[in-house]
């Protein structure tokens, strides 16, 4: 029997039962320039009465701040796709991103030193 | 559903690093035992040859392959998040590790002695695209013990790149290459100067 919130698009073996393009209606790229490292997070606002089954759980994986490499594993969707969903919910609101640098900057200290400490805290 | 009212509050900064090596070395291994959360896997869809993706009459020539990453996690604190990527291991999918690196801040590059050219790859992308690394050579129980030093002149490396020995099962252990990592990154800053330096 299939409960509600059952994943009944996804079967174990098979994987997903719908083809990943399906999903953001053949759409391949964001309207948003997301990457795997961007980090997103649900708003808690924005009007998304008319979002469909996979903008939502993309939706319900953002409560805390997530990347979209981690919303895509859990949706088990390619991340191209995910980056369809993720820029929808930015676009309608319910979902924020931060403006993420091109590339982080490797000689940056402070960062390089908060790393540091934070990792050698977990030896 | 309830949602985080988090409008006020900055998205903590994500990083990442790349784990890299050859097929079965123990990228994933090494990944779960520092990660907060069980390894996830995501995948991209990469199209090859193709004649334009949103030309028909190129479908038949087009093939796309799914290409799956393994990662993990390390909430450092509420503001900085560390991420680690393991490059697919297969050679075929040297394409991706562009993509992969683009916006890493170093580099580990497992390595089994037992098959140290798998790892030749890694190392000769890594010093092309000037990303910088540490050699962590990942013990498995019946291979022979090499020295550190034996293992860097059999992999030709230049003088700074750190060689460590590990065993990327255990956490204290796969962490502490991380931490030779950012000090091997952290080398090649110049030590504190003005404030201009680091301004935002």
């Known amino acids: 029997m299939i409960m509600p919130g059952d994943d009944s698009w996804l079967d174990g073996d098979a994987g997903r039962l719908v083809r990943p393009y399906a999903v953001t209606n053949g759409r391949t790229s964001a309207s948003l320039k997301l990457d795997l490292m961007s980090m997103v997070v649900a708003t808690g606002e924005g009007f998304h009465g008319n979002l469909e089954h996979d903008h939502l759980q993309a939706l319900a994986l953002c409560t805390r701040p997530a990347s979209v490499a981690e919303v895509s594993a859990r949706l088990r969707l390619p991340a191209a796709v995910t980056k369809v969903l993720l820029s929808d919910l930015v676009d309608c609101g319910a979902v924020r991103t931060a403006v993420q640098e091109s590339a982080p900057d490797t000689s940056n200290r402070v960062l390089l030193e908060r790393l540091l400490d934070g990792l050698q805290r977990r030896l | 559903m309830a949602y985080n ?38 995948e991209e869809i990469i199209t090859e040859a193709s004649l334009g993706i949103d030309n028909l009459d190129g479908l038949a020539g087009k093939t796309t392959t799914t290409v799956a990453f393994d990662f993990g996690r390390i909430s450092l604190t509420s503001e900085l998040i560390l991420y680690l990527f393991g490059t697919p291991g297969q050679d075929r999918f040297c394409f991706m590790w562009d993509e992969l690196s683009y916006g890493a801040l170093g580099a580990v590059v497992l390595v089994d002695t037992r098959r140290l050219k798998d790892c030749f790859s890694a190392v000769d992308f890594f010093e092309s695209r000037g990303i910088r690394f540490v050699v962590a050579v990942n013990e498995f129980e019946g291979a022979y013990f090499y020295e550190p030093e034996e293992v860097r002149a059999a992999l030709n490396l230049k003088p700074h790149v750190p060689v460590a020995l590990c065993d990327a099962r255990q956490s204290r252990s796969a962490m502490s290459v991380l931490v030779t990592l950012i000090q091997h990154l952290l080398a090649a800053v110049p030590a504190r100067e003005p404030e201009i330096v680091h301004r935002q």
Do not use: R
Request: proline fraction near 8%; glycine fraction near 14%.
């Open chain 2, 5 to 42: 009212d988090a409008s006020d509050q900055p998205l903590p900064k994500s990083v990442k690093l790349v784990v890299a090596g050859g097929f079965g070395v123990g990228k994933t291994t090494f990944i779960g035992s520092v990660s907060e959360i069980e390894p996830l896997t995501t």
